[in-house]
């Protein structure tokens, strides 16, 4: 049985949220954000959990991969075309749980964001705002089979894609699949860098 890829529900967000926590647990920028080793599975998964829920279901492009079993090992967050920015409504919906997700470390957060806005191209494009495994995931094809699911919707569209890697070693896997670099940003008060990574449709 191959890799099942599938649009995520509102079932699914706790697993989901859970294996892009187990994911991102070593990230550079959620290290930075949530520098307490033994709080961050559990903050990172309120934040994905929320990010889910009040933004990226609603715009359709959210997708996870399931293990033969049926168990969710990891998922694609996209955005689309004009939609990348939350709405107000949905920012004062995540706001409460972001806080208490991140603590003292919540105008950190912000900065981190406000970083990726300032540098967000403005071109109309599918934006993958999270792309992640689980452990047991791993190795097991699932993150191709998460890129290919969408970036062959973008090649029918001829739409662009864009993204932000976070860490540079995985600056070449992006470029198998056709993402270019275009900038480095450069999180503020000695933070982490990110690289802007741009794909035109084949």
């Known amino acids: 049985m191959g890799v099942v890829v599938r649009p995520v529900t509102r079932s699914d967000v706790p697993a989901l949220s859970r294996a892009l926590a187990e994911a991102f647990d070593d ?53 689309p075309p004009g939609r990348w920015k939350q709405s107000t409504l949905n920012s004062l919906l995540t706001l409460p749980i972001t806080a208490f997700a991140l603590g003292r470390h919540v105008r950190v957060g912000a900065e981190v964001s406000h970083a990726l806005e300032s540098a967000h191209p403005s071109e109309p494009h599918w934006y993958l705002a999270t792309i992640g495994t689980s452990a047991a995931g791993r190795g097991g094809g699932y993150g191709k089979a998460l890129l290919n699911s969408r970036l062959s919707r973008c090649d029918a569209e001829g739409a662009p894609a864009y993204l932000e890697s976070s860490k540079e070693a995985n600056i070449p896997y992006y470029e198998r699949f056709g993402f270019e670099v275009t900038g480095e940003i450069v999180v503020p008060n000695g933070g982490p860098s990110l690289w802007s990574m741009w794909r035109n449709p084949r």
């Open 27 to 79: 990230d550079p920028v959620m290290c930075w954000i949530l520098p307490d080793a033994a709080r961050r599975p559990a903050g990172l998964a309120r934040m994905f959990a929320a990010e889910i829920r009040y933004h990226h279901l609603a715009g359709g492009g959210a997708e996870l991969a399931e293990s033969p079993d049926g168990v969710v090992v990891g998922g694609a967050l996209w955005d």
